[in-house]
């Protein structure tokens, strides 16, 4: 018999109103989840009903933290909160316009991906840095909970990082790669060796109507 790996599910938090209005908001600035982010949220918590879930991590971030609390109430369960699991620190480009930073300061999530030093003179954190909590954070939680299965509750890059672990993604691959908001993205590990088992798990409906 094949011996059954632990997960690790990584959720994206559900659609907020800045995924509505394309502004970047960061780690600084509130978004609250929209009325569909919680329902695209809800959904995804009873999905989860089918996977005995030990542990729930969420970023400080209020966006993931209502997208958890959804979770935990339909689970019945609580989380606790993990910093490295927060978004990107944006600087002085939190609060602007999507259209508008690239008008201005041209393709500047490719430039991220890249880990364009650039960014540096805005405060943006960089990539690596990115990859790095949240890999230390992927080793800390098999350490904690080496046979159990764990959701944490992140935001798109954190969650990109995740993937970018695994495959060693290029830039212009990651700039492309979309994460939809309350998806899934389901890590199975061994011995520290990480693998990748679903990405963008959702309710089916969603494939067709996003």
Not at 33 to 50: F, H, I, P
Not at 82 to 90: A, S
């Amino acid at each position: 018999m094949n011996q059954k790996l632990p997960l690790i599910a990584l959720m994206r938090h559900g659609q907020a109103d800045n995924n509505v209005t394309r502004t970047l908001v960061g780690r600084r600035l509130e978004s609250h989840l929209t009325k569909e982010g919680r329902k695209q949220v809800a959904d995804a918590a009873k999905s989860l009903k089918g996977l005995p879930i030990d542990k729930i991590y969420a970023s400080p971030v209020i966006r993931a933290v209502e997208t958890a609390s959804i979770v935990c109430e339909e689970l019945g369960m609580t989380f606790e909160i993990e910093d490295r699991l927060q978004e990107i620190e944006l600087g002085n480009l939190a609060g602007m316009n999507y259209e508008d930073v690239t008008k201005k300061h041209g393709n500047v999530f490719l430039k991220f991906y890249g880990d364009d030093p650039e960014l540096e003179k805005y405060g943006v954190e960089s990539f690596a840095s990115v990859k790095r909590r949240v890999k230390q954070l992927l080793d800390d939680v098999v350490e904690r909970h080496n046979d159990k299965n764990v959701l944490m509750v992140s935001h798109l890059d954190p969650i990109k990082a995740a993937i970018s672990i695994i495959l060693d993604l290029k830039p212009d691959a990651l700039y492309n790669w979309h994460v939809y908001n309350a998806s899934i993205t389901v890590l199975k590990h061994q011995n520290k060796i990480y693998s990748l088992s679903g990405v963008n798990v959702m309710a089916i409906h969603r494939y067709h109507a996003e």
